[in-house]
């Protein structure tokens, strides 16, 4: 059972990976990776389970949040040019 699911998250995988080499957005090419991203998460917890070794789950947590955080960041970077790090002043009314 759990091998055909380890077959199913193999396939979406792929289907992601086409998605993102083939966009047509910049948008549609990141939340692509961010998908394969998730898979990649369910992929390692299955495996993890399959060997039988529950620290997988703790791996794939991490996993989890560094793609999160890489998402945010790279949306970030292409709809402000940058990641914040300078300050932005605004002119005050007179």
Known sequence: MFVVATLGILASMTLALVRALLGPTVYDRVMAVNTFGTKTVLLIAVVGFLAGRPEFLDLA??????????????????????????VRLEREPD
């Open 61 to 86: 947590l991490v996993y989890a949040l560094i793609n999160f955080i890489g998402t945010i960041a790279v949306l970030k970077f292409f709809e402000f040019g940058d990641l914040g790090l300078t």
